[in-house]
């Protein structure tokens, strides 16, 4: 691939990082539908294991930027070394340490390290790639991510069935030596040249905005807040839409999940060869209007095959947007500050993570289950009209060949 002029690091470096970063998202799905029955059966209520799967979240919020800022100045190898030792022991805990006081402490833990997930390994992937092909290397990364998820809750919740909640902790506590494992053979990209200096970023100046505060920046956080607001709305409320609206069960509403995955990784994989002959900025647009059909969609539906429609324009909305908007974050702020701002884009995700969940409980109670779908609808329609405002500094950050 070096030949190629594709790569600016050795494969074995990428390979290292979607293999670390993949065993750490089988342990995020094999985890998922594990720790709310566990905590259950320890005698906690469904509300108390609500707060306990908010704090994650709420810590997430915090943290991301932080690990950005660590991984520019420290260099993201061995930052993202460091978060692997500290989850690796942290399943460690899990394992041995009975009890619900375990479970509270792992939520802290998680809100502390999943955002390396999306600061640093998404952070390593763009930097390993030459600029005309990072969008390529962030699809193959959402392939990995997505793909990842589905083995492990389909590990998990097998495992959980047959032998119990050790046997799961076991598995993820593997998983957690493999991630590490693996994060020994990273090798640190190197920063991108000067004359890159983010072409469009906004150069900090007496009456100037600081280039993490720019108007394009802020687009592009927009943007994934409204992404993740999707996800959460459809994450936590489709299997109650699926029983409400079209008397599916849960092991139907499962295949909708697993249908959403698979039809991910086609339209990355689809979408890859195509990705330096469409702008960035219109992916962005492009990938919230049609998200925005998703929602509509889905509060449309009342069958299986109408859910499984819904299910696979919405994957394609994420496909267009997610790989973008983050190479986007990089060439709008200065290389020096890539990680830091790659970090505030994360929280901007977090953000929705946490509105997503509210506000469609808050829409059900109110005015329906189709009312949290069709008013996300709307917000995301409004965001795509907004990330059109992008298309001014498209000359400036097209899929440019170095």
């Not at 032998?163 to 506590?173: E, I, M, R, Y």
């Not at 962005?284 to 009342?302: P, Q």
């Not at 324009?313 to 709008?332: I, N």
């Not at 953000?351 to 969940?357: E, K, Q």
Request: proline share 5%.
């Amino acid at each position: 691939m070096h030949s190629e002029g594709v790569l600016r690091v050795r494969t074995s470096g990428i390979v290292a990082m979607l293999v670390s970063a993949g065993a750490h998202l089988a342990v995020l799905g094999a985890l998922a539908p594990v720790l709310p029955l566990h905590v259950v059966a320890q005698g906690a209520s469904e509300g108390q294991w609500g707060l306990l799967g908010g704090l994650a979240g709420l810590v997430m919020i915090f943290t991301e930027p932080v690990w950005g800022w660590l991984g520019d100045r420290v260099g993201l190898r061995c930052t993202f070394l460091v978060s692997r030792v500290g989850q690796a022991l942290g399943l460690v805990m899990l394992l041995f340490w009975p009890g619900l006081l375990p479970i509270v402490l792992w939520q802290v833990v998680s809100g502390l390290l999943d955002p390396t997930i999306g600061v640093l390994a998404r952070g390593y992937v763009v930097r390993s790639y030459r600029p005309a092909r990072q969008t390529f290397g962030l699809s193959l990364y959402l392939v990995v991510y997505s793909s990842s998820l589905a083995f492990g809750s389909t590990v998990g919740g097998y495992l959980y069935q047959q032998a119990g909640t050790q046997a799961v902790f076991l598995f993820t506590t593997l998983l957690g030596a493999l991630g590490l494992g693996a994060a020994l053979a990273l090798v640190e990209p190197p920063p991108f040249p000067a004359p890159q200096e983010a072409p469009g970023a906004v150069q900090t100046g007496r009456g100037q905005r600081h280039p993490l505060l720019s108007a394009p920046v802020l687009i592009l956080g927009l943007a994934a807040l409204l992404q993740f607001v999707d996800n959460r709305v459809v994450r936590g409320f489709l299997v109650l839409l699926a029983q409400e609206r079209a008397g599916l069960d849960a092991s139907a509403s499962g295949l909708l999940f697993g249908a959403f995955s698979l039809a991910s990784v086609f339209w990355l994989a689809l979408l890859g060869r195509f990705d330096r002959r469409i702008p960035l900025t219109a992916r962005v647009a492009a990938g919230l209007f049609v998200g925005a059909a998703a929602m509509f969609a889905y509060s449309l539906a009342t069958s299986f095959a109408a859910l499984l429609v819904a299910v696979t324009v919405d994957a394609l909305g994420w496909a267009l947007a997610g790989p973008a908007r983050v190479v986007l974050v990089g060439r709008f702020c200065p290389p020096r500050l890539y990680g830091w701002a790659l970090g505030l884009h994360g929280a901007f995700e977090n953000v929705g993570v946490l509105i997503g969940p509210l506000l469609a409980g808050a829409l059900w109670n109110v005015a329906g289950p189709a009312a949290p779908y069709r008013v996300t609808a709307l917000l995301m329609a409004a965001g795509a009209l907004v990330a059109l405002g992008l298309r001014e500094k498209a000359a400036l950050v097209q899929n440019q060949a170095t």
